[in-house]
Every structure is written in structure tokens, then in C-alpha cells.
């Protein structure tokens, strides 16, 4: 989240103020290819940084997607790493999927 708030005004906000490094036939390409892709031109003067990052923060698919992410990196990491774990137990390696691995239960 800090890197996302920090990158947030880092970036440009509009096509036109392109940070230093593109030459401007490198600047009216990206503009013409934006413009032609979309369909329409750039408006970015409709919302600031500090507005996105409110919207984020008070939107709740935004942190109900955060508590599925964690959900998964747990899982995850459970899965990944609790293998190793039992394997300390001086398990070999089958055995040790065989003990680590999820029961079955049929519905």
C-alpha cells in the first residue's frame, strides 16, 4: 500500500507532462496512440492523486480484495512451507506429503 501511495504521484498524470527522456515525436505518439486506442482524449484533470487514493481507501471492494489476497498468500504459504516443516520430524519424503497432504471427505 506504501509503494502504491507513493508511486501514485510519482506518475505523470496526464500524457503530456511525460517525464523527461522521450523526445516529443516520442510524447505526440503516445498521445496519438492513447487517443486512437481509446477512443477519446486524455482527461485527467477530473481527479487528482490525493482523490484516487481516497476513493481506493473508502471503497470497499478494494479491501474486500486485500482480504482475499491475504487469504490466499496464507493458504499459500501453509501449503507451500508446512511440508518442510514436518519433514524436520525425520519423516521421509513421501511420507512427509502423505501427513502434510488435505484430508478427503466425500459430500
Known sequence: MALTILIAFVLPNKLNSLPHGFTLIEQEWLVWNFEEDEGQQDNADEISAMKGIIMAVTDVKT?????????????A????????VVATLGYGRNETYARTAAWYTPA
Do not use: E, K
Open 63 to 75: 479491501w474486500l480484495l486485500m482480504a482475499t489476497l491475504y487469504t490466499v498468500y496464507i493458504a
Open 77 to 84: 504459504g501453509v501449503s507451500n512451507f508446512f511440508p518442510s
